[in-house]
Nanobody
């Protein structure tokens, strides 16, 4: 049974930083494209960042480019999202997701976590 468990969310002042983690189990982690998505109140879920399986290539949404960094540790089956210079518009429920076959541009992921809340206070 695949499980993706996010952690690290919380309250932070605008301009601050947070690091999210996603612990994966029940899958061969290194075989999966991994991504972060978010859903803000009253909005649809949107793509944040993705990282390729083993070559470290990444892709970011324009809104977070230069402020967020996605990384992974295949030995620890863990995905990370370092978020700097946070803005109030980054407030959302952040989800970790795993995709077996797609590439960095994939919009369809196979597995999803339950999410961790990030609230940025302005």
């Amino acid at each position: 049974q695949v499980q993706l468990v996010e952690s690290g969310g919380g309250l932070v002042q605008a301009g601050g930083s947070l690091t999210l983690s996603c612990a994966a189990s029940g899958l061969t982690f290194r075989w999966f494209l991994m991504g972060w998505w978010r859903r803000a109140p009253g909005k649809e879920r949107e793509f944040v960042a993705a990282i390729n399986r083993s070559d470290g290539r990444t892709r970011y949404a324009n809104s977070v480019e230069g402020r967020f960094t996605i990384s992974r540790d295949n030995a620890k089956n863990t995905l990370y999202l370092q978020m700097n210079s946070l803005k109030s518009e980054d407030t959302a429920l952040y989800y970790c997701a795993a995709e077996r076959l797609g590439g960095l541009g994939s919009q369809k992921y196979d597995y999803w976590g339950q999410g961790t809340q990030v609230t940025v206070l302005s």
